[in-house]
């Protein structure tokens, strides 16, 4: 049932407020301002090492929380597609965490990557949205999200939902870790608890950004740039424009823009910037503007503060709340995927049963 939606990733776009508040109420605990994990038979303090491993909008999940492992807990991370991780017979010490993101439990690369994590003694995590799922069965570590069913072929509601939990997990690792105090942690579950009305605030620029689509519907390419956990963002961005509008899209580190594909930049390849202020904002910003210098199209997507500094000569800017940079990609995935979704509609593709997709991929 759709709702009052035409598509089921228009509703579970608009789900994910209620969906993560969902997903964090089992990982927080509000009245002692700690954030909280399932019971597990292994200390966690003991991890060395993590290893990720998914595929697609998954695998940009693990991107992003590789940045949190390290940042927070001070645990370094490895991280591959699945399948990568299984032909390149990775490094691993017994005793590691291996930790696997999948919205469907049986994504076949990912399922036999966990087996071989397994078979190297690997202490193997999941975060998974199907409880009853194939990698769900077999974890030492059960962190379920809890967005319901994903029904569209686009991932959207189960990406934040994985993304709350990994939060939620890197701050459980920096809290053993010693790395993190009574107050760092009460700040994070206060954040965290913050993301559901900051999704909501992300969704109510739906018309503009809906308004915006033919901006970018008549594109052949498209660039989405971001720094740091933006990156991955930029990523996802690309991925989701892809592969339900068919626009070719990808997502680059900003300041590799000069290392090649700002060769490509002319008036007609819109380039999508997530740039929340912070402190690689100017950064981003000036690769920015070696874009505009060449003719390129700018849509900005920034807070307030961003939008004053450096929104003059973009095409079109989409204002986000100002959010701490732990919550930044629970709320910049919302813009990223209504514009995917607006330029899909636009195109009159099928949004929630894009050509020569699956929505679970049980083959190698
Ligand atoms: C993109 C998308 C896919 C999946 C990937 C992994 O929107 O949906 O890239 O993210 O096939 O699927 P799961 O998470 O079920 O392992």
Not at 7 to 20: G, L, S, T, W
Not at 126 to 151: F, K, Q, W, Y
Not at 165 to 183: F, I, Q
Request: hydrophobic share 45%; proline share 6%.
């Amino acid at each position: 049932d759709k709702g009052n939606h035409r598509h089921f990733m228009a509703k579970e776009i608009y789900e994910q407020p209620v969906v993560v508040a969902q997903t964090l109420r089992s990982y927080l605990r509000r009245m002692e301002n700690q954030v909280a994990l399932p019971d597990m038979d292994f200390d966690l303090a003991g991890v060395r090492r993590i290893t990720i491993v998914a595929c697609g909008t998954s695998y940009y999940a693990g991107l992003i929380a590789k940045y949190w492992f390290e940042t927070f807990a001070r645990v370094p991370v490895d991280i591959d597609v699945a399948s990568e991780f299984r032909y390149r017979d990775p490094v691993l010490e017994p005793g590691g965490l291996a930790l696997f993101i999948s919205q469907s439990g049986e994504t076949a690369d990912t399922l036999a990557a966990l087996r071989h994590a397994r078979a190297e003694r690997q202490i193997i995590a999941v975060v998974v949205n199907v409880p009853t799922s194939s990698m769900a069965r077999e974890a030492d570590l059960l962190l379920p999200t809890h967005a319901g069913p994903e029904i569209g072929v686009a991932s959207t509601k189960a990406f934040t939902c994985q993304l709350a939990v990994l939060a939620a997990l890197a701050a459980n690792l920096a809290r053993v870790k010693g790395r993190l105090s009574p107050e760092e942690e009460a700040e994070i579950v206060y954040h965290l608890s913050e993301a559901p009305a900051a999704m909501n605030d992300a969704l109510s620029h739906d018309e503009e950004i809906e308004a915006m689509a033919h901006l970018i519907a008549p594109a052949r390419d498209v660039l989405y740039l971001g720094r740091g956990q933006d990156y991955p963002m930029a990523l996802e961005g690309a991925l989701k424009l892809k592969e339900i509008s068919y626009i070719h899209a990808e997502g680059y580190a900003a300041g590799e823009m000069k290392h090649g594909p700002i060769a490509l930049i002319d008036d007609a390849v819109p380039v999508i910037v997530i740039a929340p202020s912070g402190p690689l904002f100017e950064k981003t910003v000036s690769n920015m503007q070696e874009v505009q210098a060449r003719g390129g199209k700018v849509v900005l997507i920034s807070d307030a503060e961003g939008i004053a500094a450096a929104g003059d000569g973009c095409m079109a800017t989409i204002e986000m709340p100002r959010v701490h940079p732990l919550i930044v990609p629970l709320v910049y995935a919302v813009p990223v995927q209504l514009l995917a979704y607006h330029v899909a509609v636009a195109k009159g593709t099928d949004v929630d049963q894009p050509r020569n997709l699956a929505k679970s991929v049980t083959v190698e």
